[in-house]
C-alpha cells in the first residue's frame, strides 16, 4: 500500500479554498455593483 502524497493533498485544498474566495470576491463585486441602481435616494429632513 502506498504511503499518502500529504503535499498533494494540501496543495489540492488550498487550491480549491482559493478558488471558492474568488468566487466569492467576484459574487460580492457583481452584488456591489448592483444595488446601488436598485436603491433609490433617501432624502433625510
Do not use: C, H, I, W
Amino acid at each position: 500500500m502506498p504511503k499518502p502524497n500529504y503535499q498533494f493533498e494540501k496543495r489540492k485544498r488550498d487550491l480549491e479554498k482559493k478558488a471558492r474566495k474568488e468566487e466569492k470576491k467576484l459574487r460580492k463585486r457583481q452584488a456591489s455593483e448592483t444595488a446601488p441602481a436598485e436603491k433609490p435616494d433617501v432624502e433625510v429632513g
